[in-house]
C-alpha cells in the first residue's frame, strides 16, 4: 500500500471519523476478547493519547480477575492515559476499582503490583494514601512498585511524607 492511500485511511479514521473510532475502540475494551493481540492494542491506545478512552479502561479492569489474559495490557493503557491527562481532567472512578488495587498492591507481587500501584499514584485520597503505607512496611517486591507508593504519597501530601521518603531512600533492605 502507498502512502497516500495510509494517509486517506489515517485520515477517514482520525479526523472524519474519530467518534465513530472511540466509540468502537470503547466497545473493544468491554469486549477485550475480540481483541487477537492485547498488548498490540494497548499500544495503539497509549499511542493514539485520547484520553476519553480512561473511563473504559478503568471500568473494565474493576470488573477484571488476576489472571485475565488481557489484564497487564489494559493496566499498561490505563497508566500511559492517566499520565498523558491533564490535572484538571475528571474520571469516573468505577465503584471496586480501589479495592481491587489494594489487593494487587498488598496481596501480589511483581509486574501486577507495580501496575496497580502506578494507576494508585493517581488517587490522591486517604484511602489511597494507606494502602501505599502498608505496601511501604514490607520488603520483597519489586522496586518500582515501592517508587509508585512513594509517588503517590508525594503527590498527595509531600510535607507529610517527605521524611518517610528521606528513611526509605536509605534504608537498604529495599530491593
Not at 493481540?37 to 473504559?56: G, Y
Amino acid at each position: 500500500m502507498d502512502i497516500e492511500k495510509k494517509l486517506d485511511i489515517l485520515y477517514d479514521l482520525l479526523v472524519d471519523n474519530s467518534e465513530i473510532l472511540e466509540f468502537e475502540l470503547k466497545e473493544l475494551i468491554s469486549n477485550p476478547e475480540r481483541i487477537k493481540n492485547t498488548n498490540k492494542f494497548a499500544s495503539l491506545l497509549s499511542d493514539l493519547k485520547n484520553t476519553n478512552l480512561i473511563d473504559a479502561l478503568l471500568v473494565k479492569i474493576s470488573e477484571s480477575q488476576k489472571g485475565d489474559f488481557w489484564l497487564t495490557d489494559f493496566l499498561y493503557a490505563a497508566i500511559n492515559l492517566l499520565e498523558e491527562s491533564n490535572i484538571n481532567d475528571e474520571f469516573d472512578i468505577p465503584p471496586y476499582l480501589l479495592d481491587k488495587l489494594k489487593i494487587w498492591i498488598l496481596e501480589e507481587n511483581g509486574e501486577l503490583a507495580w501496575k496497580a500501584a502506578t494507576i494508585l499514584k493517581f488517587y490522591e485520597t486517604e484511602s489511597a494514601e494507606q494502602i501505599q503505607l502498608k505496601k511501604l512496611e514490607e520488603r520483597g517486591d519489586f522496586f518500582l512498585t515501592y517508587a509508585e507508593c512513594i509517588l503517590g504519597l508525594i503527590h498527595y501530601d509531600k510535607e507529610k511524607h517527605w521524611e518517610l521518603v528521606k528513611k526509605i531512600s536509605n534504608d537498604e533492605t529495599y530491593d
